[in-house]
Nanobody, 124 residues
């Protein structure tokens, strides 16, 4: 599967953004999907994941209540709605797909395909 992330930009603290990740192929619904991010000078970290049906989600603690991950299997698209953005959310955001296993996964090594990243900058 090929993944194309989009929707990043420069926003002020407190604003919202919605990231999208378009997937190629006909098997999107068979993948667990996730979002990761990498801030300048830091390692890439888990943000959120969603089950194949979209019915179950998992979030990193710092984004709980502010970010919402969702998917539209009919459109082969993954989303990340980000509200109440903070300067510490500044990072390049990557979408990723996992072939097998549970949605309850925060480990990079458990994801098989990666998008190219979209940059989010939050100014204070």
């Amino acid at each position: 599967v090929q993944l194309q992330a989009s929707g990043g930009g420069l926003v002020q603290a407190g604003s919202s953004l919605r990231l999208s990740c378009a997937a190629s192929g006909r098997t999107f619904s068979s993948y667990v999907m996730g979002w990761f991010r990498q801030a300048p000078g830091k390692e890439r970290e888990f943000v959120a994941s969603v089950s194949r049906s979209g019915g179950s989600t998992y979030y990193e603690d710092s984004v709980k209540g502010r970010f919402t991950i969702s998917r539209d299997n009919a459109k082969n698209t993954l989303y990340l709605q980000m509200n109440s953005l903070k300067p510490e959310d500044t990072a390049v955001y990557y979408c990723a797909a996992r072939i097998s296993g549970s949605y309850y996964s925060y480990k990079e090594c458990e994801y098989d395909y990666w998008g190219q990243g979209t940059e989010v900058t939050v100014s204070s």
